[in-house]
């Protein structure tokens, strides 16, 4: 999968201030998550039902 041509998504909730915050695009039947201070570095590409569910947990 090539996560480079997902449309990347921030927070809204996050700030203009460039803190830690991560950006997710969905690619295919994956999430793909990013460090948005790297936008060049690795990627961790998660099956959208784990994400859900590990969301859902943490709550």
């Keep these: 999968m090539d996560s480079r041509r997902g449309v990347w998504r921030k927070s809204s909730h996050s700030g203009s201030n460039g803190g830690d915050c991560v950006e997710l695009a969905y690619v ?32």
Excluded: H, I, M, Q
Excluded at 40 to 46: F, I, M, N, R, T
Excluded at 47 to 57: G, H, Q, W
């Design 28 to 59: 295919r039947d994956a999430v793909a998550v990013r460090d948005s201070k790297d936008p060049g570095g690795p990627v961790l590409l998660v099956r959208r039902a784990v994400l859900r569910e590990a969301l859902r947990n943490a709550r």
